[in-house]
């Protein structure tokens, strides 16, 4: 059995400069599972998510020089992987119409503890259900760290709109929590 030698973070990125073929390999294999999850975020399946995952590393290789070691490397991966699959939803699929904030409505209450009780896969399968403008704005904005104002440019909107989506897409979440937790809303008005 053949065993594959150790190198640390930073000889595989030196060597995956000098285009190793087998360093690309091993970085790929270190990342690829932590990184397909951030791409099933933005994915309508794990099919998709696999192409998004597969065209942000072909990327993160293309982009090896650009990688200063400021910070953490994984997070300058996550990052590529964000805006590569970003790039492939556009390119794949229809953007819904984003909206502004002043269209928006209110936002209605949840029990807290619902959202608690939920299993990470079950609230994961809501936010994917999103639709593709909500669930964007949504995993940039609560699961990626983001500002408004990145998100704009990132997506090409307004602070408003982005602002608007992520209002809307914790609205869809907390009415499917809700009905999980078999209760309805009511608005006060």
């Given amino acids: 059995m053949f065993l594959e ?24 294999k270190q990342f690829a599972s932590k990184m397909l999850g951030v791409c099933m975020r933005y994915a309508t399946d794990r099919m998709e998510a696999e192409d998004m995952l597969q065209n942000g590393f072909i990327r993160v290789f293309q982009k090896m020089d650009d990688y200063r070691g400021e910070g953490s490397f994984e997070g300058w991966v996550r990052r590529i992987m964000v805006h590569s699959s970003i790039e492939y939803y556009r390119k794949h699929h229809k953007m819904m119409q984003l909206i502004d904030i002043e269209e928006a409505g209110h936002e209605p209450s949840v029990n807290p503890l619902a959202a608690a009780n939920l299993d990470a896969k079950v609230l994961m399968g809501m936010i994917q259900q999103l639709a593709p403008g909500y669930r964007i704005v949504f995993n940039l904005y609560a699961l990626e ?26 609205t869809i979440l907390k009415e499917q929590i809700a009905k999980m937790e078999g209760k309805s809303y009511g608005y006060a008005g």
């Fill in 145 to 170: 760290g983001y500002s408004h104002k990145e998100i704009a440019e990132i997506v090409g909107i307004t602070e408003g709109a982005s602002k608007s989506q992520l209002s809307r897409a914790r």
């Fill in 5 to 28: 030698p150790k190198y640390t973070i930073h000889q595989l990125i030196d060597r995956c400069r000098a285009g190793e073929r087998k360093a690309q390999e091993l970085l790929y």
